[in-house]
């Protein structure tokens, strides 16, 4: 019996070792997660002459129904970090005076103070004078989306009448457009 009594204490040593020992192998896993986010190339975009325009201050006879009192040039500028970027969007946001004529942008037609019937007009390119200007047909309009040029690109924006022959009334006339870009 003594030799029984002495196998199961060994075998018992031997499972405890066992059981002891399988903690040292014990192995812990750490699960990491690791996330990017890849983003088209991107371009910055500046209005080279500013952010605030003037037009002179006109006589309300001067200008007739479906002119231009005055001119203001300007230039967008697009500066894309990668040469893949093969084209720019161009998108406007702004208040079309009450007449209809959405393509002519006034935030001050509707208060007490603001001229009525006289609004901005946004044309592309600086080849424009007063007498040619106005054109309902090749004026941008809100809320549509355009294909502009990438490096500079050429605006212009008129002080405009609308074509509307009654209710024209002197007051201050204030658009403000928000240019909104993306990439192709």
């Not at 910055?44 to 231009?68: A, H, L, M, Q, R």
């Not at 697009?78 to 002519?104: F, H, Q, W, Y």
Request: proline share 3%; with cysteine.
């Amino acid at each position: 019996m003594a030799i029984q009594t002495y196998i199961k204490q060994a075998l018992f040593a031997v499972a405890c070792i066992a059981i002891g020992s399988s903690s040292v192998y014990a192995v812990d896993n750490i699960n990491q997660e690791f996330s990017g986010l890849i983003l088209p190339p991107s371009c910055d975009f500046s209005i080279v002459e500013g952010n605030n325009f003037t037009f002179k201050s006109v006589s309300i006879d001067s200008v007739k129904p479906g002119s231009t009192a005055d001119l203001v040039k300007f230039t967008i500028k697009s500066d894309c970090e990668s040469s893949s970027v093969s084209g720019v969007r161009m998108r406007l946001s702004a208040t079309p005076i009450a007449s209809g004529e959405n393509k002519i942008f006034s935030d001050t037609e509707a208060s007490a103070t603001g001229a009525k019937n006289f609004g901005v007009m946004l044309r592309r390119t600086h080849s424009y004078n007063l007498d040619n200007f106005f054109n309902i047909a090749g004026a941008y309009q809100p809320n549509a989306t355009y294909n502009i040029m990438k490096g500079t690109d050429l605006y212009t924006a008129g002080l405009v009448r609308s074509t509307a022959s009654s209710g024209a009334s002197m007051g201050k006339v204030s658009a403000t457009i928000v240019f909104q870009f993306s990439t192709n």
